[in-house]
């Protein structure tokens, strides 16, 4: 038999003959009894219980002390990268695998992105790379390090958790602690994940997380920010209502500030959500179990898994093609379409995208291989979902 035909046996084998998307939302919780609160509430935008609620409930889950709900992962980056300082003609560190929201984020902040490659194990930054690269390529005046060849302050890094895989943090934490960079994790795919006990995003100083429809829990559109800081936490909760000041009547800012609280409306989607994560980690386990045993009788394909030191929410399931090309990895593709499995790819990378072509890189030949390798299955809640457990 062919590959193609072999992965879409595999992926039937264990998720069945019907279609299936990539990732679909499960509702089955408080979600319309909460979402009938609010609107017979009439607290439908930014002020409301559910907002207060939500944010609570992130903390607990994620063990961080502060967590500020915006109205997308997107903006929790971007709102994160200007509440830390980050300026004008800064470098930012980042993987050239990652959703294009990472990158726009440092536009936003009016920095600039700084490709780095990833490992094709975790699919997260490569510290060994990392490391040899900032050493060639920084001179250090004062406390803070510069690039040697656009003369411009590197000032922070964003290490991405792809697919709530947990990158290798540890080494990314010591090599940034040596260059003075601040680190913001993007954990927008990684609510649930974890590495020695500690939850994804609160290794950084900040970590923000995604509540997107794809997402391990949705509130349709949405993102938080986890701190540990509370004058970040502050700052960035000031920041992101508008800079207004607390009066009973008066309408005063005191700084140009970003109109991304999260709605109560959408709070009270993700409160619902929230309380059923463990059973959305369960079962997203025993999918990624079925996929160990399945994929394991091909030969030219090997299983994205999560480090030992590391408990991923297994929110994406990928497989890695041995040898491959993009011909190769394209005829899976439009074979599973056909057969109503929509797969996907993961991201091009960014610094090929015709607007990030002329951005700072490294060589980026992992992320090459990754991106004509790698190939997204079928991850949904609902396949091993077991409301009782
Ligand atoms: C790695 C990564 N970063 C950032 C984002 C941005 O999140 P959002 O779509 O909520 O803006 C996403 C989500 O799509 C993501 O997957």
């Known amino acids: 038999m062919s590959l193609p035909v072999d992965i879409i046996k595999s992926i039937k084998n264990v998720v069945g003959k019907q279609k299936h998307h990539l990732h679909e939302p499960l509702f089955f919780g408080n979600e319309i009894k909460y979402l009938k609160k609010t609107i017979a509430t009439n607290l439908v935008s930014s002020v409301g219980p559910f907002v207060k609620k939500f944010e609570d409930q992130i903390t607990k889950f994620t063990r961080s002390k502060y967590a500020i709900s915006v109205i997308n992962g997107t903006e929790a980056l971007h709102l994160s990268l200007v509440a830390c300082g ?120 900040v970590g ?71 059973k959305f980690l369960r079962s997203k386990k025993k999918l990624f179990q079925r996929y160990c045993k399945e994929f394991l009788k091909v030969n030219e394909v090997r299983l994205i898994k999560n480090p030992e030191f590391s408990k991923s929410n297994n929110w994406l399931n990928t497989i890695f093609i041995k040898n491959s090309s993009i011909k190769k990895r394209n005829k899976v593709l439009s074979l599973a379409q056909k057969t109503q499995i929509f797969l996907r790819p993961v991201w091009k990378p960014l610094h090929q995208l015709k607007h990030f072509r002329s951005m700072p890189k490294m060589n980026l030949e992992n992320a090459k291989r990754i991106y004509i390798s790698c190939i997204n299955l079928p991850s949904s809640s609902h396949y091993f979902f077991d409301e009782k457990l």
């Open 86 to 205: 980050v300026k004008n003609n800064d470098e930012v560190l980042v993987p050239t695998i990652t959703f294009v929201g990472t990158a726009n984020a440092i536009v936003y902040s009016g920095a600039i992105p700084h490709f780095v490659d990833s490992e094709t194990e975790t699919l997260g930054i490569d510290p060994l790379k990392l490391e040899k690269y900032l050493e060639k390529i920084t001179i250090k005046k004062g406390k803070f390090y510069f690039n040697k060849k656009t003369k411009r302050r590197i000032r922070a890094i964003i290490p991405v958790h792809v697919f709530g895989n947990i990158c290798q943090i540890d080494r990314i934490l010591k090599i940034a602690k040596k260059y003075n960079l601040l680190v913001i994790e993007d954990a927008a795919e990684a609510l649930g994940s974890f590495s020695k006990n500690k939850h994804a995003g609160t290794f950084g100083i």
């Open 208 to 278: 923000c997380i995604s509540f997107n429809g794809n997402k391990i829990l949705t509130t349709g559109g949405g993102g938080a920010i986890i701190t540990n800081n509370k004058l970040l936490a502050k700052k960035i909760k000031h920041l992101s209502t508008t800079a207004k000041i607390n009066h009973r009547w008066e309408y005063i800012h005191d700084a140009v500030g970003y109109n991304f609280r999260m709605p109560n409306l959408n709070a009270a989607l993700g409160s619902a959500q929230i309380e059923n994560l463990n």
